[in-house]
């Protein structure tokens, strides 16, 4: 069976980084089973856009456990058909239509704990 791969959205990564149980003991188990967990450029830059002071180290250590995604132009095309379609009627934000994109450009399952953000039919959230 193959590793599952999985992009966390960046309100994962902040509940880690808060050292929520429940988000913790998730990401110990999938890298106990050899799960690749991802990130984007996006989620970093929400991260450090609200970091406070003393957490840089910390935080760049997270990053190291997790493998980075490029974002290319067809990650940004298809991020542009996302907002075409769904930043009216649902309110789907760039950085959450990047995220969108990333992940099914990478074959990755998206781990939100805002799914509301995501309707696009042709993603995989992770479910726990």
């Known amino acids: 069976?193959?590793?599952a791969k999985i992009l966390l959205d960046t309100d994962?990564?902040?509940?880690?980084?808060?050292?929520?149980?429940h988000i913790t003991q998730k990401i110990k188990n999938l890298i106990k089973r050899g799960a690749v967990?991802?990130?984007t450029p996006i989620s970093?830059?929400?991260i450090y856009a609200g970091m406070r002071k003393g957490e840089e180290k910390e935080i760049?250590?997270?990053?190291?456990?997790?493998?980075?995604?490029?974002?290319?132009?067809?990650?940004?095309k298809r991020a542009g058909q996302y907002l075409s379609k769904f930043s009216k009627s649902y309110g789907v934000e760039?950085?959450?239509?990047?995220?969108a994109a990333s992940a099914t450009h990478y074959g990755m399952q998206l781990w939100t704990l805002n799914i509301k953000h995501y309707p696009m039919p042709d993603?995989?959230?992770?479910?726990d």
């Open 12 to 21: 994962v990564i902040i509940e880690w980084l808060r050292n929520k149980s």
């Open 37 to 39: 967990l991802a990130w």
């Open 44 to 46: 970093v830059a929400e």
């Open 94 to 99: 760039i950085a959450d239509a990047l995220i």
């Open 123 to 127: 993603i995989s959230i992770f479910k």
């Open 60 to 76: 760049s250590n997270l990053f190291l456990v997790l493998e980075a995604l490029s974002i290319t132009d067809t990650i940004g």
């Open 1 to 3: 069976m193959a590793s």
